[in-house]
């Protein structure tokens, strides 16, 4: 079963800093998702990405398959970025398994 | 409908009653999934349905928990004998997974919160 560590664990920063939250995991997989979880609870997903790098608007996530590692990151961060950043993978690696997920990282901009 | 809906939004029990919760997936999405978020802990998977194929079970915490589809569409988590550590958001997610390697996106639902008194 996969395991997924995610760091930070809570975030602070001011309006307009640049921000990284880190993720790994232990198996190999096909593809790694990024979600958004909001302080009234919805989950709507950010990525899904299985190599390289994807871009929407401010948001960027990267994967690195060999090293098991993905990063996101949030360009000009600004307060309605506030929110519960979750990754997740396959839990046995696999396309259409259900996942398993990290922590999630607790991220507040402040104005 | 456009999303993932869920039924009911929150949900009060006693300790001990059985519950439904139900949820209806995006339409033409083959592949269904319950996870279930205690407070202030993360995400759990609980069981997976793809298609007419036998489904992924081996996230229910317990055999007083079990779930149902009804070919590619509704699908109801039953919670038997309620316990008071059952108290959780319930999220039922949907994705169009075509069988194979690849990944595809989930589709969450906005969640059932029960409450075991």
């Known amino acids: 079963k996969n395991e997924v560590e995610q760091s930070p664990q809570n975030l602070t920063a001011q309006e307009g800093e640049f921000i990284t939250i880190n993720c790994s995991y232990s198996?190999?997989?096909?593809?790694l998702h990024w979600l958004q979880q909001h302080p009234g609870g919805g989950i709507v997903s950010l990525f899904m990405?299985?190599?390289g790098k994807k871009k929407h608007g401010r948001l960027i996530a990267t994967i690195n398959i060999q090293e098991k590692h993905s990063s996101l990151h949030i360009t000009a961060s600004h307060p309605r970025d506030s929110a519960v950043y979750i990754c997740?993978?396959?839990?046995?690696?696999?396309?259409?398994?259900?996942?398993?997920f990290g922590k999630g990282t607790h991220l507040i901009i402040q104005p | 409908g456009a999303g993932v809906s869920q039924s009911p939004s929150n949900k009060v029990t006693e300790k001990g009653k059985d519950v439904e919760l139900r949820c209806d997936p995006i339409?033409?999405?083959?592949?269904l999934y319950w996870y279930r978020q205690r407070l202030g802990q993360g995400l759990e998977f609980l069981i997976y349905?793809?298609?007419?194929?036998?489904?992924?079970k081996s996230g229910l915490p317990s055999d007083r928990f079990s779930a149902e589809r009804t070919g590619e569409s509704v699908s109801t988590l039953t919670i038997q004998r309620t316990q008071q550590e059952d108290s959780a958001v319930y999220l039922c997610?949907?994705?169009?997974?075509?069988?194979?390697?690849?990944?595809?996106?989930?589709?969450f639902g906005p969640g059932t919160r029960l409450t075991v008194t």
């Open positions: 997610a949907s994705s169009l997974a075509l069988g194979g390697p690849r990944g595809y996106e989930q589709y």
């Open positions: 198996v190999g997989i096909s593809a």
């Open positions: 990405l299985s190599s």
């Open positions: 997740a993978v396959p839990y046995s690696g696999g396309g259409a398994d259900g996942l398993t």
């Open positions: 339409s033409g999405h083959t592949a």
């Open positions: 349905f793809q298609g007419n194929s036998a489904p992924d």
